[in-house]
């Protein structure tokens, strides 16, 4: 199992980190999505077949795009 941490600019809200959970949790692979709004980040958990790649698009996908 991989686990990151993501800093998203584009979180302002409870509202925001559920979105993201939602759309990730739609990868097969993602098992826990976790967001903080204060902080701005996420911390994904995953196996395969999800991979970095994958979850970064996805982001981009729905206007939360990670800072690198």
């Not at 996420?42 to 795009?65: C, F, G, H, M, R």
Request: charged share 30%.
């Amino acid at each position: 199992m991989e686990t990151k941490k993501f800093s998203i600019p584009n979180i302002s809200c409870r509202h925001c980190v559920m979105t993201i959970k939602n759309e990730l949790s739609e990868i097969n692979g993602i098992t826990n999505v976790e967001g903080d709004p204060d902080s701005k980040t996420i911390t994904v958990k995953w196996d395969s077949p999800a991979t970095l790649d994958a979850i970064k698009e996805k982001l981009k996908q729905i206007n939360y795009p990670a800072s690198e």
